[in-house]
């Protein structure tokens, strides 16, 4: 196996997947995101890619598989429904369980690399 095996993950020479709307329980108005996978497998219980989003806020209700987040620019946070909140920046990562219900808020134009495991 040589160099080119070596897969980069980010955007460049990928076409943008935007989720509809219809996966979230709700969504702010101003909400935007756009997923650029990264990496094909075999199964759709793992996905794994760089995602780019606009400050607003969706529920997911419940989340439908384990993400593990890497947050690379801007400012995010994740809300539960008993008014808990942690807040992340550069250099932040975190896991969100299969099953979380909650809110994802996206508080300034921000990017994040992921893995979602189903």
């Known amino acids: 196996m040589d160099i080119s095996a070596i897969t980069v993950l980010g955007a460049t020479g990928r076409a943008p ?3 509809p709307l ?19 497998t075999a199964t759709d219980s793992v ?14 209700d419940p989340w439908p598989y384990t ?3 890497s947050i690379l620019t801007g400012r995010v946070a994740v809300a539960d429904t008993a008014g808990g909140r942690i807040d992340f920046g550069p250099g932040d990562g975190f896991v969100v ?9 996206t508080l300034e134009p921000a990017t994040k690399y992921f893995i979602a495991v189903g």
């Open 97 to 105: 369980p299969k099953g979380f219900v909650g809110d994802w808020l």
């Open 67 to 69: 993400e593990i987040c």
């Open 47 to 60: 996905r794994v890619g760089y995602w780019t989003g606009e400050p607003g806020t969706v529920r997911l």
């Open 17 to 19: 997947y935007v989720p």
């Open 22 to 40: 219809s996966d979230y329980a709700s969504a702010s108005p101003s909400w935007a995101e756009a997923e650029f996978g990264c990496f094909d």
